[in-house]
């Protein structure tokens, strides 16, 4: 008793403190709930064991929240050291870890949790299952969110493990580095699971409000430095990626270790403690990174679940995909569920052939798409891009057609046909077909969804779902095709049987989504992609 009279902290103190914690655990201020757990500690250290862990936990769960997560271990370690069965120092310890990806250390920790009648055993129970889930997530890549999309999203987003399959960032013979497949997959496989450093957010009723961005955009920003003041793995991994001003061979190419949460020390249960100051940071590294690498939500390669239409302005730093270059010839998509992002193959990709996806809407013709790399400060040179700019066959129909589609006016019907009649006796290959088709897209979509023009145009082209399964060879899928391929197929023309438009349709949801759910749940996935398209034609 004389030890914690020394600090001041009688019963009645110890009472007080706690009154002090639950009114700041409610109001969930962090800092001020770490200082009073903080108190207690000093004050129970040489008195009271239980008192003493019950404090630690809470701290660390206090200083988790604030992302020192340093801190929160050692403070874990401590009450452990104490009281190695403490429950509440070892669900703390576990949701560290798991939040570290270390799921199998965090299994542990539950696991010893779980004695019957312990404290917060069905909740250790409930956690241990999910690590035995995020384990084997992290080691496959196997992604079911069925269950989510069949209740129409409602409920917590579903955890995601990060994950990185057969990839490796190389020299690129195009763009300084990039990321190239190891082994060949196949279309819809997952390339990579990865969590955002950090997510702006928000909801703009005007997309040409800058003011309102700008918002978003510096909310986004301070949360980006805040995690890199925290965590210097965080900040190393930015300082991965390009500014855009460096020279090619100035950029070194990473250890594909960096990017594994595994890779993280966790030697004697201590993590390297953040610099705690902006000024530590290089911030203006960081800041052009920023401007070259983010990743947006709404994006043409991108799909975005579970927003339900609230969310229309988001912007992101997902370390591996921003090392993807873009291609008008892409092969992967991203689909974005809370603050992760799933890489998937749009197409089937062979061993050493380098991943891409569109910065850009590709469904437009070759002047429009240069005009677009040239502001993002490249220039295309993918085989689709060589071929519609250099091809001497159908180059002067090819700028004959873009000038119509740009100036509008033009019978869509007309142009379609005169560009399928001037493919066909040029007996150009049916890959570029594809090409010219995706280039043309909007010409396509204009016809097919015009009563008039069908009647007048109809049996002199190719059915809807043909086209759009054309284009998706060319560009990997996507809403806009996937649409017109289920419209396409449900008219049944030219698709052929049943089970062959089935799996056409499904092969190029595959494409879209990536094997992310199963096949009840991807039918409601094409619901919602028909009703969208309904939605916007009101």
Known sequence: MAAAAM??????SLQELRSQATRLLLKEDWEGYAAVCSRIVRGAAATDRRVLCSALAHRADARARLGDRPGALADCDAALAADPAHPAALLAKGALLRGLGRYALAADCFRAALPPGASGADEAREMLDQCRRLEAQARSGAVDLSDWVLAGFSGKCPDLAEFVGPVEVRRSAHDGRGVFAVKGVEAGATLMISKAVATGRGVIPDAADSDEKMVVWKD?????????????????????????????????????????????????????????????????????????????????????????????????????????????????????????????????????????????????????????????????????????????????????????LVNGGADMGALVVRLEDKMRKSMVKERRKAFVRASF??????????????????????????????????????????????????????????????????????????????????????????????CKSL
């Open 441 to 534: 897209w909007s010409a396509y979509s204009s016809l097919f969804d015009n009563g008039r023009l069908m009647r007048k145009w109809g049996r002199k082209v190719l059915g809807e779902a043909v086209v759009a399964e054309s284009v998706a060879g060319a560009v990997g899928g996507g809403e806009s095709v996937l649409r017109a391929m289920l419209r396409g197929a449900n008219e049944g023309n030219g698709c052929g049987n049943r089970l062959e438009v089935e799996d056409k349709v499904v092969r190029i949801g595959r494409a879209t989504y990536g094997k992310v759910v199963k096949r009840q749940a991807m039918r409601a996935l094409f619901r919602l992609t028909l009703e969208s398209d309904n």
């Open 220 to 404: 986004f920003v301070d949360k980006v430095l805040d995690a890199a003041e925290k965590c210097p793995r965080t900040a190393s991994l930015i300082y991965t990626l390009s500014t855009g001003e460096e020279q090619e061979d100035e950029l070194a190419v990473p250890d594909m270790a960096v990017f594994k949460q595994e890779s993280e020390d966790l030697s004697d249960g201590v993590l390297e403690a953040g610099t705690g100051t902006r000024e530590a940071l290089d911030v203006d590294r960081v800041m052009k990174a920023l401007d070259v690498n983010c990743l947006t939500e709404d994006a043409p390669s991108a799909n975005l679940l579970g927003n339900n239409g609230i969310v229309n302005c988001g912007v992101g730093l997902w370390i591996l995909p921003s090392f993807l270059n873009h291609s008008c010839h892409p092969n992967a998509r991203r689909t974005h569920v809370g603050d992760h992002a799933i890489v998937h193959a749009s197409r089937d990709i062979k061993a050493g052939e380098e991943v891409t996806f569109p910065y850009f809407d590709v469904l437009t013709p070759v002047g429009k798409r240069r005009e677009a790399a040239r502001a993002w400060g490249f220039e295309c040179r993918c085989d689709r891009c060589r071929f519609e700019a250099e091809d001497a066959v159908l180059r002067q129909e090819l700028v004959r057609s873009e000038n119509e």
């Open 7 to 12: 600090d001041g902290l009688d019963e009645e």
